[in-house]
């Protein structure tokens, strides 16, 4: 297949592109960069089945001239950085909401049919004493981000049911691994590095959400993808598991030999989470994605251990 990957130089998309590529599909990145990084797909500029473009979403006319030709968009561009959304209240819908519309306006225009997308946990809201599958509603996110990843799905589904698009729909847990560019992890040991004598974390630790290493939610997406033929699939992706944010920065500290390391948190915001929008308790019921044949490999804590590793021997 010719397959197109929006934010294809970023962490999940260029891991993604490596997958594909190694697949015999043939690829085109199209990513502005402003998250993305050369050196995640550096190693394919010189391949013929690869194809770079640095191109803005929100540019239709660009988008439409490169979709062309294409069998397949997988579709993952988007704001990772959710906390954004409080401080600029247009960037999700811009970079979430616009650019999805004007993925699907080009599919339209050239007749393709397929479409993976990638949405969040977040569209549910704050429910912390459900499992969450699929058929829950009503749906009322308490993030600019969740409530963009929602306004997404409705857009695709409107495409889908007037254009006949083939949709595959993917609401995350939070996604960790190498090239991790973002999230908690990430944030800590920056901050760890910078400062290894005090930690300040975000909220009162309390937060407890899944955590999906990369390769497990590659392996989910890819398996959905082959095996779910109905018009709209959505599935979650997440393991049967959480991990508080108190026992990632135990296990920090314990793996980078700093357990001296005063840590402060900052309290909870109204509701608990780490910020305004922060969903504080997260369980995803991913029975539905199991059923098809899809196990993820690794517990939310041994996702948590594994990228903790990961980022440690990439950035000693």
Known sequence: MKIFVTGGAGFIGSQLVDRLIDQGHEVTVYDNMSFGR???????????????????LLD???????????????????NPQAIEGTRRTRLDLEQNTLTTYNVLEGMRLNELRNIIFTSSGTVYGDIPDLELNERYGPMLPISLYGASKLACEGLISAFSSLFGIRAWIFRFGNIIGPRATHGVIYDLLRKLKQDPSTLEVLGDGDQ????????????????CFENAHEQINLFNLAPPSETSVKTIVKTLLEKT???????????????????PGDVPKVKLDATKAYKLGWKPKYSSDEAVRKTIDDLLMSNP
Request: aromatic fraction near 10%.
């Open 38 to 56: 050369e050196e995640f797909i550096r190693h394919h500029l010189h391949n013929p089945r690869f194809t770079f473009v640095n191109g803005e």
């Open 257 to 275: 030999g700093n357990t001296a390391t005063k840590v402060q948190y900052t309290g909870g915001v109204k509701g608990g989470g780490g910020w």
């Open 60 to 78: 239709q006319s660009t988008v439409n001239k490169s979709l062309a030709g294409h069998d397949l968009v997988c579709h993952l561009a988007a």
């Open 208 to 223: 407890t959400k899944p955590y999906v290493y990369i390769d497990d939610c590659l392996d989910g997406v890819l398996h």
